[in-house]
């Protein structure tokens, strides 16, 4: 089974340009989340859906924004790139918030 | 400031040795935590979870410890095996959905 996909692997994007991070996942779990890890921090939550169409905000939300428009995606989008934003971006999902979380292989984004 | 800390980035330990694993927290509202593993170029994997009404969980060769006077819990491997070099993160909940993570420990198991 596929589990919980994501795509780009990777991708370099000058500064000022829009991008969207794929996710989806065939678990048919209710919660989704968005992360990122930097260096030295850990993973820091983005952005979260408790279930399709709702979504709300993580730790550090700002210049990212999600949709769940049906259960199975969870796209992330950086409406005007910065190069803060260089990072490995992890997309989870589980059954129900709180729930175990499960890992997609993430996207390394470079913006330069 | 990091609510959930490892202090150690990187840990070697021999093959069939324990490995201790150690991780502190600031916040005495989270009431669970758990380790995940993370191998290179992949996402990290649930390993094990504590609630804080335990001070003890075993899963094969894996236990967690939780000291909640102390806000220090540790994830015990034994004995450790080639296949456990990885990095580990430890992460507690917060109101009820989020994961607050540390920094992770990078475990190195020589043959």
């Known amino acids: 089974t596929a589990g919980i996909t994501q795509a780009p692997t990777s991708q370099i994007l000058a500064a000022g340009r829009s991008m969207t991070l794929r996710c989806t996942q065939d678990m048919r779990h209710n919660a989704m989340y968005w992360y990122r890890q930097d260096l030295g921090l850990g993973l820091r939550l983005i952005h979260y859906?408790?279930?399709?169409?709702?979504?709300g905000k993580g730790e550090v939300p700002d210049g990212y924004s999600v949709s769940r428009a049906n259960t199975d995606d969870f796209p992330l989008t950086l409406a005007s790139a910065v190069p803060s934003q260089t990072s490995v971006y992890f997309c989870?999902?589980?059954?129900?918030?709180?729930?175990?979380?499960?890992f997609g292989p993430g996207t390394r984004l470079t913006v330069l | 400031d990091q609510q959930v800390k490892q202090n150690s980035p990187s840990l070697s330990v021999q093959e069939g040795r324990i490995s201790i694993l150690n991780c502190d927290y600031t916040n005495s509202m989270f009431d669970y935590f758990l380790w995940y593993k993370k191998y290179p170029a992949e996402g990290p994997t649930f390993l094990i979870s504590?609630?804080?009404i335990k001070d003890k969980n075993e899963d094969g060769r894996f236990t967690v410890f939780l000291n909640k006077s102390a806000k220090h819990l540790s994830l015990h491997i034994v004995p450790s095996q080639p296949g456990d070099s990885a990095v580990y993160f430890c992460?507690?909940?917060?109101?009820?959905?989020?994961?607050?993570w540390g920094a992770g420990t990078k475990l190195i198991i020589k043959p």
């Open positions: 859906s408790n279930t399709a169409g709702t979504t």
């Open positions: 504590i609630s804080s």
């Open positions: 989870a999902s589980g059954a129900a918030l709180g729930n175990e979380q499960f």
């Open positions: 992460a507690a909940l917060y109101s009820n959905y989020q994961l607050i």
